[in-house]
């Protein structure tokens, strides 16, 4: 079984089981391919791969091998973490940030729904309208987890802003 773990913005830890594997893997065009996806699904155009932003995502994954711990970067991009073990894949992470779209309510611009009043923050990044760029690392960690990391430029989920 493939466990999955990922913080909100609040910083809280949730628990994700998966029962089966993915298949996908972990090139640039297949981070692009699953985001685009949920983005065309709203009608927001695709986003494009860029390495300054892949490496500031890699470099950060790098940085977490040694804990693991869900930490966002505090940087200069909209981001996206996860964690998990067994073959977690980086296209796994994007799927289930994505699964968070029934958290979210385009109406009054909110999540609704989940454990928290940001529930769906995963999902409005992914498919931020304004973002062009992303960068995404993949990292093992000492103690045998992934580290997942997308970076989105420009940042998303601005407050007062819709998504799309």
């Known amino acids: 079984m493939l466990l999955i773990r990922f913080l909100f913005v609040t910083f809280s830890l949730m628990g994700i089981h998966f029962a089966q594997i993915s298949v996908a893997q972990n090139s640039p065009e297949d981070y692009v391919n699953a985001h685009n996806k949920y983005r065309a699904e709203v009608g927001v155009r695709p986003v494009t791969w860029n390495e300054t932003v892949a490496a500031y995502a890699q470099k950060y994954a790098n940085s977490r091998v040694a804990s693991c711990e869900l930490e966002h970067s505090q940087g200069p991009y909209g981001e996206n973490i996860a964690e998990g073990y067994g073959d977690l894949k980086g296209v796994d992470a994007v799927t289930m940030w994505a699964s968070e779209k029934s958290n979210y309510d385009h109406a009054s611009n909110s999540c609704v729904g989940g454990d928290d009043d940001e529930s769906c923050l995963h999902y409005t990044q992914v498919v931020w309208q304004n973002t062009v ?20 430029d420009p940042v998303g989920n601005i407050v007062g802003q819709r998504p799309y």
């Open 133 to 152: 760029h992303l960068g995404c690392g993949r990292a093992k960690c000492l103690n045998g987890w992934w580290f997942v990391t997308c970076n989105y």
